[in-house]
């Protein structure tokens, strides 16, 4: 199952993409600021993107007028501005389409070429139905192929740190991997502390996603130490409220409450009014864990005020989100019903397809749980279509390793070992060790249905053994409780 609760972090607001993309183009040059406004488009709505894509067509003009480009580099610009309309297209995004063609046009009149008649229309039905994961992956190999003497040292670690960050997004752990650690080798520099800091987050990002939870906290502690050298309280709140969610996994609910007050009190230092939410969201969540439940009800509703007050959608998707499993938990099916699905319409309204996803995996998860499993495979299915969408490897295996959960529920064994092979056939390609152990132990509880029980003891065994590999000592524990259990059922049988 997924952890349940999520946990505000890494959204972005209009102000966190302006200043990404100012500070990506002001940094790193024209090349790098098209590779943040690629790595964003999926997660940001429409008119976050419009003015930037503007700015893209009036500065191949500029740059072109005054000789500062070669043909080379404006054919290579056309080749990943097409890989960001591939993506406009295909979520029907019109007007940041227009405005990327209009750049595209300008492109082929400003370097001669013969690639478009000027309306744009032949270059639209020319444009390849690219998955989001292809196009981006496409448009991350056009950028290195620009030969790197181009680029200045603070430009590669820049540059390293945005396509670990895009690698991130589809849910390629292993390259993003390579590429945080690729900019925080190039980050030693001074001048380039804040590539320094972020990049020992991004690290402890990976990790995290992956259970190693000892190496995210010490990321996410090497970050922190940066981020207070340079002064940066937004920094450190950001990554406080990481070292509370790892905490939260690890069982240490004192240190969780202590790192989201911190975080909180940096948040109010920052006047950050979206940080504000975000902690009272998280320290909701230490409440609910707790079973303090009033107190829990009452800092979601600070949060869910505040993201009103922003008007930010996918942070009240989130906190409905949250709302929706405290309701679970005491049992109050309608109010969680409802919760998640306010959490789907404000998903919608922001136009933020992998949080519609992560919504109907809850209510999936929740129908599991009151034994719907006919409406449980209805939200599974609308999850994988969103995921499917957006290209989101990591979703695509949490959704089938559900699917398979209720197709063995229901008695459909062959069913179920067929969406289960799928889930971990992705996890073992992308390197997510926690989906890849949790999906070996549903094949052994798949086999325990089957009254297969030697089978069953060796896909324990292998989640044993990946669990182990990334220090999750509960689960392996659970594991042993499961194993054990199963015996004395054997033993009370004969």
């Known amino acids: 199952m997924t952890r349940g609760f999520y946990f505000s972090s890494a959204g972005y607001s209009f102000q966190d993409f302006t200043r990404g993309w100012k500070q990506s183009y002001s940094q790193a040059g024209f090349c790098h600021a098209?590779?943040?406004?690629?790595?964003?488009?999926?997660i940001i709505p429409c008119q976050f993107v419009f003015s930037p894509v503007k700015h893209v067509f009036i500065t191949i003009k500029q740059r072109h007028a005054a000789k500062m480009e070669s043909s080379k580099l404006l054919q290579q610009m056309a080749d990943i501005l097409d890989s960001i309309l591939s993506i406009c297209q295909d979520q029907k995004r019109v007007a940041l389409s227009t405005e990327t063609v209009l750049a595209l046009d300008e492109i082929a009149r400003l370097s001669k070429s013969a690639r478009t008649d000027g309306s744009g229309l032949r270059l639209v039905e020319a444009v390849p139905n690219l998955s989001p994961e292809q196009s981006l992956h496409r448009a991350i190999e056009k950028i290195e192929a620009i030969p790197e003497m181009q680029f200045s040292p603070e430009q590669r670690a820049r540059l390293s740190l945005q396509f670990g960050r895009a690698h991130y997004l589809v849910g390629d752990l292993l390259g993003a991997q390579e590429r945080f650690e690729a900019a925080l080798r190039l980050s030693e520099e001074p001048a380039f502390a804040d590539v320094k800091a972020d990049a020992h987050k991004r690290i402890g990002d990976v990790a995290f996603r992956q259970n190693r939870f000892a190496q995210a906290e010490k990321s996410y502690e090497d970050s922190l130490k940066v981020y207070e050298q340079i002064n940066d309280l937004k920094g450190q709140a950001h990554v406080l409220n990481d070292l509370g969610t790892v905490a939260f996994y690890q069982k240490d609910v004192m240190r969780v409450k202590e790192l989201f007050s911190r975080c909180l009190q940096a948040a109010q230092q920052t006047e950050d009014a979206r940080l504000l939410a975000k902690a009272n969201n998280n320290l909701g969540i230490c409440h609910n864990i707790q079973g303090f439940f009033a107190e829990a009800l009452e800092y979601f509703r600070n949060a869910l005020r505040q993201f009103q007050e922003l008007n930010d959608h996918v942070g009240l998707s989130e906190v409905y989100n949250n709302l929706g499993l405290c309701y679970a938990r005491q049992e109050k099916w309608s109010q969680a019903g409802d919760c998640y699905e306010n959490a789907v319409q404000n998903a919608k309204k922001a136009d933020h397809v992998y949080q519609m996803a992560v919504t109907y995996i809850q209510r999936a998860e929740l129908c599991i749980q009151i034994s719907?499993?006919?409406?449980?495979?209805?939200?599974c299915d609308q999850a994988l279509d969103c995921f499917i969408k957006i290209g989101n490897q990591e979703g695509l295996a949490e959704g089938y390793k559900l699917l398979g959960v209720i197709n063995r529920d229901l008695g459909h064994y062959d069913v179920s070992k067929t969406y289960l092979y799928k889930a971990l056939e992705i996890c073992t390609k992308i390197g997510n060790k926690l989906n890849e152990a949790e999906t070996l132990v549903e094949l052994g509880k798949l086999e325990q249905a089957r009254e297969q029980e030697d089978d069953a003891e060796s896909w324990f065994n292998r989640a044993?053994?990946?669990?182990?590999?990334?220090?999750?000592?509960?689960e392996v524990k659970k594991i042993a409780e499961l194993k054990e259990a199963s015996k004395e059922e054997e033993l009370f049988a004969f």
């Open 372 to 379: 719907n499993l006919k409406a449980a495979k209805s939200y």
């Open 464 to 474: 044993i053994s990946v669990f182990a590999s990334i220090g999750a000592e509960e």
């Open 34 to 42: 098209i590779v943040f406004l690629h790595s964003v488009s999926e």
